[in-house]
T-cell receptor, first 115, second 114 residues
């Protein structure tokens, strides 16, 4: 599926580096999400943006900083990460409509390794 | 505490037979349930869903059943094909404020043997 594109696909960084993950959705959706998937754990929601406004933060450490400049783009800025932050980071988008049920669509993820 | 549980980490079935994947949940406020399929090195792909007001939804070879009283849902794949081999995630939706929140199970790895 090419509706949600994530770059880069793989990222290796040191604990003192600063990097950003990018997500772009081509589906015309009004909500975007960041998830984290660690080994042997379920996907965990990190951030939610509805209509470009952040509405959920699930107690994510401040070393992760999201940015949503418009309804099609979502970034996750990373700085001074820890080894336990190594994981697969997935972006998703959906059309929020409480009158109906629409699934979230996922990108292929960024595999992040912290040295 | 996990609100969505997939108690079988893996399942192996023969091609042509039925695959049944199970999922249990604890939160009665979940109003929408989804199944996603994931191949290695790819993101989860939406497969099928069901609203909490229904008990069955069918799409081709895939059928999802919901038993609200037991807080249990299952995905049936019949007939199973080798291309169905993947990790299957169950997810349930809750609303927090105006935001949709999906809670996922840990997944079940399905292997369909030719």
């Amino acid at each position: 599926e090419t509706g949600v594109t994530q770059t880069p696909r793989h990222l290796v960084m040191g604990m003192t580096n600063k990097k950003s993950l990018k997500c772009e959705q081509h589906l015309g959706h009004n909500a975007m999400y960041w998830y984290k998937q660690s080994a042997k754990k379920p996907l965990e929601l990190m951030f939610v943006y509805n209509f470009k406004e952040q509405t959920e933060n699930n107690s994510v450490p401040s070393r992760f900083s999201p940015e949503c400049p418009n309804s099609s783009h979502l970034f996750l800025h990373l700085h001074t990460l820890q080894p336990e932050d190594s994981a697969l980071y997935l972006c998703a988008s959906s059309q929020i409509d409480r009158a109906g049920n629409q699934p979230q669509h996922f990108g292929d993820g960024t595999r992040l390794s912290i040295l | 505490d996990q609100q969505v549980k997939q108690n079988s980490p893996s399942l192996s079935v023969q091609e042509g037979r039925i695959s049944i994947l199970n999922c249990d949940y604890t939160n009665s406020m979940f109003d929408y349930f989804l199944w996603y399929k994931k191949y290695p090195a790819e993101g989860p792909t939406f497969l099928i869903s069901i609203s909490s007001i229904k008990d069955k939804n069918e799409d081709g070879r895939f059928t999802v059943f919901l038993n609200k009283s037991a807080k249990h849902l299952s995905l049936h794949i019949v007939p199973s094909q080798p291309g169905d081999s993947a990790v299957y995630f169950c997810a349930a939706r809750a609303w927090e404020g105006g935001s949709e929140k999906l809670v996922f199970g840990k997944g079940t790895k399905l292997t369909v043997n030719p």
